[in-house]
């Protein structure tokens, strides 16, 4: 099984290509024909080009949106590191099933498909419309040894790439990521920690709302993490089971997929981000296939999008997760889109060019 | 007529109201009762809040939109300052007309009803579609005299009042502004100069894409004219008259027809947001109805939104006009409402309240 995995894994990096820099160039000759002064979409024009070189094409109009939201549990809620229990985490996973939760909402709203993930809650939700991925019953505590063995994490980016490639087979052309798991931005500030690098206070932040003493303690449990760590730096399959999540794996399995399939990936926050950059270090050209949603108010965040070469499309102090930044910002996406597909040229439209 | 126009003036002044601070705080506690750490949505929980506040309710679903775009030329593209030739103006009114516009394809993408206005084009266009608010045939050249007589001024105002509530009484629940006009930001830096007040440079930008020299006219010809304005300070209507823009008469009436009619108005760019600076000043409760959709390139822009007190939902580069701004957040808008309409609380889906 770990074989398998680790094959799966080999032969999606291996089909993970640079994007194609001529259909981004040709996106932006056509918006310059478009009744506007030029560029003045401003980063809906960077986003257009991105995408046309994401698709390799730039005969494109709105692409069928997914949005996947992974959950886990984690071990190092045990460390007092959130400021909700830990079976919020099942509880918001069926909330998220009966269609209560934000992110049905908003992805019901945007008209993209929602796909709800049990990636290793402690205890299953049993329905339908939850797709079982499960790791384990929740990770182990990063505090005092790795989070999940090499063969879970390994296992869990193969079934998000393997995820990935439904959702392409089945014609979506955006693929939006969302997280749920109680003390989740613990294990991402570890990672990220870890993986950037960076100091544990650089990338602690109040996640859902935890007072001084809890920051203190979040920053201090990445601190043993990392110095538990130590010497497996160069390994990133071994960094993401040492310190990761299994939503964590799932998301940057999804992400890995998603660009072997020339699909756009939009990220949402700072568990997703941290997901992402996993993906990143395991193929460089996997970031090229991502968009940034929006800029969450955890310290990390801005790090790892900077990392990613990433600038975000809404910065509105969103700090709930569950893919609700991304979902936000899907409108955007679209309407770029749309804008590039529909308006008129300068030329169709009778409009002097002044060139501007 | 004047004295008509000022009649319509002063009784929309005087139904204007500040809004209910209470209805606000009863959306808060609604939103603090959903399944989500308490203010994790940050900008879109106090977006919530206003509208309920303008709304003088908590009660509140979706809004229906309308997005009106009011264009006028202006005698002080005679000065060069704009990298687009006077006839733009009526080019663009037709491709709006047309339906190949930005405008078009958003407020098509948004639901949004859009009203073209012709507000004073040189040459008028006629089209089903396009609503003529006609106040003359351009303004005169601000540079060197008054752009417009007060009359003019006043009945820009009134009949910009009037299609407010004329969109208030058909249910339209949130009224967004968009503008056109070949030269129009010199226009709206010499209001907003004016009314601020502030030094050229400081509201002076490029534009539609002016070069360092053009934008070097820009500044002297809003100096010439503040230097010309002297002693109008104090007198809202004379300075709107002697600086302003046909358009902006009407975008800032309709401004004060929306505030008392409690709807809300979505700002645009640097233009709208003089527009409503001019109603600002006549009445300070009608600034409470607004919501600023983004933030322009256009230094100017900061400073009207400060002045305002309006925090931009959007920061995106845009600087196309139009009332693209305001139509790419109004999904933040609707998202926003639909969230509190419809999430499940902590109670109802059985979720643990940890009160943060």
Same mark, same amino acid.
């Given at each position: 099984m770990t074989v398998a995995a680790e094959r799966a894994l080999a032969s999606t990096l291996a089909r993970i290509e640079p994007v194609d820099a001529a259909a981004g160039e040709e996106a932006q000759r056509l918006l310059d024909g478009k009744t506007k002064p030029r560029g003045s979409l401003g980063q809906l024009e960077t986003l257009v080009c991105r995408i046309a070189s994401i698709r390799r094409?730039?005969?494109?109009?709105p692409l069928r949106p997914a949005l996947v939201v992974a959950a886990g549990d984690h071990g190092v809620a045990v460390e007092d590191v959130s400021a909700y229990p830990q079976q919020v985490t099942r509880q918001m996973l069926e909330n998220f099933a009966a269609g209560g939760a934000a992110v049905n909402v908003l992805s019901n709203e945007m008209g993209a498909r929602l796909v709800v993930v049990d990636a290793g809650v402690v205890e299953p939700v049993e329905h339908e419309s939850v797709r079982s991925l499960r790791l384990g019953a929740g990770t182990a505590n990063l505090a005092v040894g790795p989070a999940m063995t090499r063969w879970q994490a390994l296992s869990g980016l193969a079934k998000g790439i393997e995820l990935a490639e439904e959702l392409a087979g089945d014609g979506f052309g955006l693929l939006a990521l969302g997280d749920m798991g109680i003390a989740n931005t613990t294990a991402a500030a570890a990672l990220a920690a870890a993986l950037l690098p960076a100091e544990p206070e650089a990338v602690c932040g109040r996640g859902t709302g935890i007072d001084d003493a809890g920051l203190g303690r979040k920053v201090a449990v990445v601190r043993r993490a990392l110095a538990r760590h130590g010497a497996r730096r160069d390994d990133v399959v071994g960094t993401l089971a040492d310190l990761g999540g299994f939503e964590i794996a799932v998301l940057a399995g999804v992400c890995l997929g998603a660009a072997a399939a020339r699909v756009p990936i939009l990220l949402d926050g700072f568990v997703t981000g941290t997901a992402a950059l996993v993906a990143a270090r395991l193929s460089a050209a996997s970031a090229e296939h991502m968009i940034a949603a929006h800029r969450s108010p955890e310290p990390g965040h801005a790090l790892v999008l900077a990392e990613l070469g990433l600038r975000p @499309?809404?910065?509105?102090?969103?700090? @709930?997760?569950?893919g609700s930044g991304a979902a936000l910002a899907l409108p955007l996406v679209q309407s770029a889109l749309v804008l590039l597909a529909e308006m008129s040229t300068f030329e169709a439209a009778g409009v002097t060019d002044a060139g501007v």
């Open positions: 094409t730039a005969t494109i109009g @499309l809404l910065d509105l102090g969103l700090r @709930l997760g569950e």
